[in-house]
């Protein structure tokens, strides 16, 4: 879609989570066409399953600006179909929604059923839906700890780092990407990422431990490099100071055999 055709009017970010969830939306976003007038919705989605997925259905529960449902019947439906989406893919940001009223500003996702392409289909209830829990962001550890993360676990996940892990006491934990776990899942069930040593190393103990023991390391680092430097210096000097030595002799050698060849030549004539 056109940047400059699209107007954002609002964000979407979902305020729950459902431990059998087999496919999650990541985030999304009200837009408006300021040439058309028609207010769509983008989402991006994930697939959380360990199969790949055909299709998805949801449903989008329409409110305006208040809160307030758009009409007696504010859904819309929606069918992303025609896929081939791994697990721990993401999806749907191609795939405008219209959402027929122009004074939609707040949205619900619901999603109704989930086709897989083995032919399975699974038709979704979330009556286990549960609210997020709080949240600590990683910035706040700071950008010096943070940076130091970046360095000792170097990465390529898609998904980026965004809250610190935390265990939970209803049996959950959180992971760097932002997903909810159960604790019988070692592994995030969206980035991947292993709960064990993100619990070991993202915490601020850790982590100034070893941006300290990495600091020091540069110093002697340096330390070394300026001592070799000098070290380096030393015999350039030597050597240059030997050299003049050798200079000053063979000056010296060559003035005596000349003053030598002149007496003998004196005492010859």
């Known amino acids: 879609m056109t940047e400059s055709r699209y107007r954002k009017l609002a ?14 939306v990541i985030k999304g976003a009200i ?19 360990d199969k790949n997925i055909s299709s998805v259905h ?22 992303f179909q025609d896929l081939n989406i791994g697990s721990g893919t993401t999806f749907g940001e191609q795939n405008p929604i219209f959402l027929g009223d122009p004074r939609v500003r707040k949205v619900n996702i619901l999603f ?28 706040d550890l700071g950008r010096e700890l943070v940076t130091e993360l970046e360095r000792i676990v170097p990465e390529t996940n898609s998904f980026e780092k965004k809250v610190k892990p935390q265990l939970y006491a209803d049996g959950t934990w959180t992971c760097l990407c932002g997903r909810i776990n159960e604790y019988q899942r ?22 100034q431990n070893s941006l300290n023991e990495y600091k020091e390391k540069l110093r002697e680092e340096r330390n070394e490099q300026e001592r070799l ?13 030997q050299n003049k030595l050798a200079n000053v002799k063979k000056q010296r050698r060559i ?5 030598l060849i002149v007496v003998i030549g004196i005492i010859v004539y």
């Open 11 to 24: 964000d979407y970010h979902p305020l729950t989570w459902s431990p059998t969830s087999l496919v999650e």
């Open 31 to 49: 837009l408006i066409d300021q040439i058309e007038g028609k207010v769509l919705l983008q989402l991006r989605l994930c697939n959380i399953s």
């Open 229 to 241: 430097r000098i070290e380096d210096e030393k015999l350039k000097a030597d050597k240059e100071k």
């Open 186 to 207: 070692t592994n995030c069930v969206r980035c991947g990422r292993a709960i064990d040593w993100q619990l070991k190393k993202v915490n601020h103990e850790f982590l």
């Open 255 to 259: 003035v005596w055999i000349g003053s």
């Open 58 to 79: 949801i449903k989008v529960m329409c409110f305006d600006e208040t809160g307030e449902a758009i009409s007696e019947n504010n859904i819309v439906e929606f069918a």
């Open 112 to 139: 109704s059923k989930v086709m897989f392409t083995d032919g399975e289909i699974r038709i979704i209830e979330e009556s286990d839906a549960k609210a997020y829990p709080s949240q600590i962001l990683l910035d």
